[in-house]
């Protein structure tokens, strides 16, 4: 498989691009991250969404942890090419490490972040840490 088409990317100078994940069928937005050369050519060629973790400082396999993962349906490139929308199936319906379906569950109402979506599964019966 040619990897000329990551070439058309326009990667951050540390080697990222910013991701918007999106749930195919509602077009609601379930995350935002960042993934560099290696996690969008795994992501494209595996149809399941990997990242590159910032924090932790390597690829991150959706659901690796949870059994949440993202079944990629498209991916879109923007105009400007610098940033990704990849269209995917929400596995188990929880996207957000809080144990909600998104991540974006804060609201701004009168200079004060609300949160207007329900926990679906408590976070700590999902990961397992030792």
Do not use: P, Y
């Given at each position: 498989m040619s990897m000329q088409w990551l070439e058309h990317v326009k990667w951050t100078e540390d080697g990222l691009v910013p991701v918007i994940a999106q749930e195919v069928g509602t077009n609601k937005v379930l995350m935002f991250?960042?993934?560099?050369?290696?996690?969008?050519?795994?992501t494209a060629e595996?149809?399941?969404?990997?990242y590159w973790s910032r924090s932790r400082g390597r690829l991150?396999?959706?659901?690796?942890?949870?059994?949440?993962?993202?079944?990629?349906?498209?991916?879109?490139?923007?105009?400007?090419?610098?940033v990704i929308l990849i269209q995917v199936e929400q596995v188990?319906?929880?996207?957000?490490?809080?144990?909600?379906?998104?991540?974006?569950?804060?609201k701004l109402e009168q200079e004060h972040w609300i949160v207007d979506q329900a926990v679906i599964k408590n976070p700590e019966d999902i990961y397992h840490h030792e």
């Open positions: 991250a960042w993934m560099n050369r290696e996690a969008l050519r795994l595996t149809q399941q969404a990997v991150w396999h959706k659901g690796e942890e949870s059994g949440h993962v993202q079944k990629v349906h498209e991916i879109r490139l923007d105009c400007d090419e610098d188990g319906g929880i996207a957000c490490h809080t144990g909600r379906h998104n991540c974006f569950f804060q």
